[in-house]
Structure formats: structure tokens, C-alpha cells
């Protein structure tokens, strides 16, 4: 076993440079597994796999014992760098960044999603009385997003921007957006005073903002622009680790499985592992909160994912065009149902 499960590399852009120093590509060993995860609730099927040792309960199943390391990265950017360097061998990012690396690596390393992390609304929340909806920004706001111009909160801002500009102007906000982790955001729109004056982030940042500065609201919905529920942050590996680790692959997708009906039945004694493995001052009433929100769904089959491919697609973003699931997916009993 490792001496540590978790590990936090705190990234924004690229930084290939800095993962690839810390970590040689490998190849993908039967046994091992490695998965980047970024900050929110919306890990929480991570969380729960870590906390109750899924996968290795699976893997003694079929008669293997695995070593699971959990890192935590900061972007879709640096997901996906640590993914294509070698460096993990799952990736948890948006739905966004997925569509840029199966486009990018179609053909050679071939990434596919593995499983959804549920269905959860992410709010672009603003601290600026003046911005009433997206056309309110100025060049005196900053927007916060994990990555600019490749996480999924970027590219439904661009989708957005797209609907109300025109797809020539997709990216026009990307102009005033900055890359800052989540916690550091909500911060910054909780306290004010800085440049930045709007985030679109995830549970529970944005909960948090929206009860800790009075000012704080919400600008944008992205089940709004998505035309309903949908699954926004998905997990995804290249064709080589599902290839050449069967065994450690199907141990992960049953553990999700397994962690996403832990949550629905024990919503308590989920926020209590989000606490204990996720860590930071939330408030756990807030937390339950959102764990039963009507609106979010823990589930492992994504929904209503296409139609961001299609619209990253159609302004150019990605070269190739998804026209179903199963091309940026790869086939699973428990996700060939979903969109």
C-alpha cells in the first residue's frame, strides 16, 4: 500500500511541466489505481469509495487486491495533464474537459468517460449588485472558474454566451474569467474587496457564498442552459488502463455503484465522510441540505451530457462530433442508459 491516499496538488492551466516532474508516465498496471479529484461535494462518490474501501472490496471479489490513491488537482487543465502524462489513471473533471481530451487524444490514447458523479445545478454566483444576468459584465469583473476556457463551468459560460451573443461571440467572457481553485473563490466572493466578483463553482462553494455575503447571488443556472438535470463532472480514463486493468476497472465503476446508493439511503452519514475525507469549515446542516436537494441525483449513468458535445462542436471548440454516448463513453451496463 501507498504510506498516503491523498494527495492535493493545487494546478491552474496546464502545468504538465510540474505533474510530469512529480510523476514518469506509466503504463497501466492490473492492481493499481489512481484518480484525480478536484474540490466540492460533487467528489462525494469519491469520497465515499475512499471512506469505505469500494474498491478494494470489489477487487477481493474477483481475487485481486488493489491499491487506491486519491490525489487532488485543481482544473480540468491539470486533470487532464496528469491523465495524459501518466501520472493518474482516472480523471474527475467536468463533462467539459472530457470532450476536449476524447477529441484530442481520438485515435491514439483514445479517453472515454468511465461513470457520471451525479446530476448536481451549478450557479454562477455574483457579489456585483449590477450584474443581474451575463450581459451585466463589464471589464471591471472577474469571473472565477476552475480553468478558463476548459471547465465545464467555462464552457457552459461559453454555451451561454453563445445562446445570447451569437456562437461567434461563444467566448467572449472568457476575456474577464480567471483561474482560481474553488475554496479560494468562495472566499473571495464571501469577503469581497477583490477583483473578483462573480464564481461559478459547485456545492458547496457556492451555498456557502450565497449565505455568507449578502450581496452574493445567483447570475446563472447550468441546468438552465443545459435544458435540464444533468451530469457535469464525470470520470474518465484512457482506452490502455480499462484494456490492460479489467479487473481494477470494473472494481471501480461496482464501487461507485455502491457508494451512489450508500448516498441516497444515508444521506447523514454521507455528509459525515464528506467532512472526514474532504475536510474544510462546511457547515454540515448545509451539507445535507444539498445532498437531498431535489435537484441532485447520485447516479453513475450520466444525463444530458450530448448536448454540450454538440455545441462545443458547432463553434469549433472539439474537431470530432459526439453523436451518442457510447462515443465518449465506454460501454458499462450501469452507464449505457444514460444521455
Given at each position: 500500500m501507498t504510506s498516503y491516499l491523498t494527495r492535493t496538488i493545487v494546478a491552474a492551466g496546464l502545468g504538465l511541466a510540474t505533474l510530469a516532474a512529480s510523476a514518469a508516465p506509466s503504463l497501466a498496471e492490473e492492481g493499481r489505481i489512481r484518480i484525480a479529484q478536484q474540490f466540492g461535494i460533487v467528489y462525494l462518490l469519491l469520497n465515499v469509495v475512499e471512506d469505505q474501501k469500494l474498491i478494494q472490496k470489489h477487487g477481493k471479489e474477483a481475487g485481486l487486491d488493489i491499491d487506491a490513491e486519491f490525489i487532488r488537482l485543481s482544473g480540468g487543465s491539470a486533470v487532464n495533464d496528469a491523465l495524459l502524462s501518466g501520472s493518474v489513471d482516472i480523471g474527475g473533471a467536468g463533462v467539459g474537459p472530457l470532450f476536449t481530451l476524447w477529441d484530442r487524444t481520438k485515435g491514439s490514447q483514445n479517453v472515454k468517460?468511465?461513470?457520471?458523479?451525479?446530476?448536481?445545478?451549478?450557479y454562477l454566483v455574483s457579489n456585483n449588485p449590477a450584474v443581474k444576468t451575463i450581459a451585466d459584465f463589464t471589464d471591471k469583473d472577474r469571473i472565477a472558474v476552475p480553468a478558463v476556457g476548459v471547465s465545464v463551468q467555462s464552457r457552459i459560460l461559453q454555451w451561454a454566451s453563445a445562446k445570447l451573443w451569437g456562437n461567434e461571440a461563444f467566448d467572449k467572457l472568457d476575456a474577464i474569467s480567471v483561474a482560481v481553485p474553488h475554496p479560494e473563490a468562495a472566499a473571495a466572493i464571501i469577503s469581497g474587496g477583490t477583483e473578483i466578483t462573480a464564481h461559478f463553482g459547485n456545492p458547496p462553494f457556492q451555498e456557502q457564498e450565497l449565505a455568507g455575503n449578502p450581496n452574493a447571488h445567483i447570475v446563472l443556472k447550468s441546468y438552465d442552459v443545459q435544458g435540464g438535470p444533468a451530469s457535469s463532472t464525470v470520470l474518465y480514463a484512457t482506452e490502455a488502463f480499462r484494456d490492460e486493468s479489467p479487473k481494477t476497472y470494473a472494481a471501480f465503476v461496482a464501487a461507485l455503484d455502491d457508494a451512489a446508493a450508500f448516498i441516497t439511503a444515508n444521506p447523514e452519514?454521507?455528509?459525515?465522510?464528506?467532512?472526514?475525507?474532504?475536510?474544510?469549515?462546511?457547515?454540515?446542516?448545509?451539507?445535507?441540505?444539498?445532498?437531498?436537494?431535489?435537484?441532485?441525483?447520485?447516479?453513475?449513468?450520466?444525463?444530458?451530457?450530448l448536448g454540450l458535445g454538440r455545441f462545443l462542436h458547432g463553434v469549433g471548440a472539439i474537431r470530432n462530433e459526439p453523436t451518442a454516448l457510447a462515443d465518449y463513453f465506454f460501454d458499462d451496463p450501469r452507464v449505457a442508459g444514460g444521455s
Open positions: 468517460g468511465v461513470a457520471s458523479l451525479g446530476n448536481f445545478p451549478y452519514a454521507a455528509a459525515d465522510i464528506y467532512l472526514k475525507v474532504a475536510g474544510g469549515n462546511v457547515d454540515r446542516k448545509l451539507l445535507l441540505d444539498i445532498i437531498t436537494n431535489p435537484e441532485v441525483t447520485f447516479k453513475v449513468a450520466p444525463e444530458n451530457t
